[in-house]
């Protein structure tokens, strides 16, 4: 409710300040490393395993994907699409775990935007130059340049906001519900004499639940699909 806590503090540069936003995150790299290890571990071209079929089947749907959003010319940034799409899923999904989702943090979201539109302009210089890069800022028509600027800068803000907005609102609402059905819980069972059954959070058991089946499953593996489609439109655009 009130943001990441912070964990640590790294006496280096006046003091840095490690919330467990980051100390999640390197949960959730270490695991998804782990998991790649294993899922490519002794691939082999005849009789593959089921891990080995799962994970080409995987890789097929991405590049797949690409293909048709972005074309041919763009299936390079296939590895970087797959990368933000598995570990938004992953960021969001790890609540179900206890951890806190790193996608509730907006400096996490705004990292990822900030990527995505480095990528963009990058894109865009090397396909159309320095000069094209700065003449398409005056298209159609020089007087709204200003426009066009604030367009730009407003890409990867949307992007961000959207994302954050969406998987923090269920952490709110999420924690609200079970705050509430703990105090009503000790409304109905009030009048049990015995103290120990008179504080259980019966009504905790299975509502919560159902909110998490569109919260943490639902929500999670939209907002990576629209973040991951966005970046790829976005740069397709960029570089046409």
């Known amino acids: 409710m009130n943001g990441p806590k912070v ?9 840095i300040k490690v919330t467990e936003s980051i100390v999640n995150m390197w949960i959730i790299m270490a695991a998804l490393v782990i998991a790649s290890v294993w899922l490519t571990h ?5 009789n593959p395993s089921k891990k080995q079929l799962v994970a080409e089947k995987l890789i097929t749907m991405l590049y797949n ?3 048709d959003t972005m074309g041919e010319k763009y299936m390079s940034f296939a590895p970087y699409i797959g990368t933000l799409f598995i570990f938004s899923i992953v960021g969001s999904l790890s609540s179900l775990t206890g951890l806190r989702p790193i996608t509730a943090d907006l400096s996490v979201i705004l990292s990822w935007s900030i990527v995505t539109f480095l990528m963009i302009q990058v894109t865009n210089i090397k396909n159309h130059g320095v000069l094209g890069w700065l003449k398409s800022f005056t298209e159609p028509v020089p007087v709204i340049t200003p426009l066009n600027l604030i367009s730009e800068i407003a890409n990867p803000v949307s992007m961000t906001f959207r994302h954050f907005g969406n998987i923090a609102a269920g952490l709110v609402i999420t924690s609200l519900v079970y705050g509430g059905l703990a105090s009503l819980s000790s409304v109905i069972l009030s009048w049990i004499p015995n103290d120990f059954f008179a504080t259980i959070p019966i009504l905790q058991v ?7 089946v569109y919260f943490d499953l639902f929500t999670s593996f939209l907002q990576a699909y629209i973040i991951c489609m966005l970046t790829m439109v976005f740069v397709q655009g960029a570089g046409d």
Do not use: D, N, W
Not at 206 to 212: D, E, V
């Open 42 to 46: 002794g691939m082999r071209v005849r």
């Open 206 to 212: 299975g509502i919560p639940a159902i909110l998490s």
């Open 7 to 15: 964990l640590f503090e790294i006496p280096l540069f006046g003091g």
């Open 65 to 67: 994907l690409v293909k």
